[in-house]
């Protein structure tokens, strides 16, 4: 069983740079993919972004440019670095993993990524 946890969400102002943080314990495999993934109240879950255990990665077209994914695996921790925020990015933010997920087949198909955390909730002011 892998675990999940998020971290870093709250409040942040529009063009603000929050950091969020997925830590991973129990059991890990080397071809898990990472992905961050949110939902907006009276939306469908979307991807984000995914990353496979090569370092491949694919961003959803909302947030390239601006969210960045990056690893520690000393800390078996996921992060994704938010910059330029605007209002649609208030949202239900999770982290997920999922065993030789493509970057494109996660992104496309969160049912394809088998864990996830409980989600953090990050709110946009103006």
């Known amino acids: 069983q892998l675990l999940l946890e998020e971290s870093g969400g709250g409040s942040a102002p529009i063009g603000g740079s929050p950091t969020l943080s997925c830590t991973a314990s129990?059991?890990?495999?080397?071809?898990?993919?990472i992905g961050w993934f949110r939902q907006a109240p009276g939306q469908n879950r979307e991807g984000i972004v995914v990353?496979?255990?090569?370092?491949?990665?694919t961003y959803a077209d909302p947030v390239k440019g601006r969210f960045t994914i990056s690893m520690d695996n000393v800390k078996n921790t996921a992060y994704l670095q938010m910059n330029n925020l605007e209002p649609g990015d208030s949202a239900m933010y999770y982290c997920?993993?999922?065993?030789?997920?493509?970057?494109?087949?996660?992104?496309?198909?969160?049912?394809?990524?088998?864990?996830w955390g409980k989600g953090i909730l990050v709110t946009i002011s103006s």
């Open positions: 997920a993993a999922g065993r030789n997920v493509s970057p494109l087949a996660g992104l496309n198909a969160p049912g394809n990524m088998e864990y």
């Open positions: 129990g059991y890990r495999s080397p071809s898990f993919s």
């Open positions: 990353r496979d255990s090569d370092g491949s990665t």
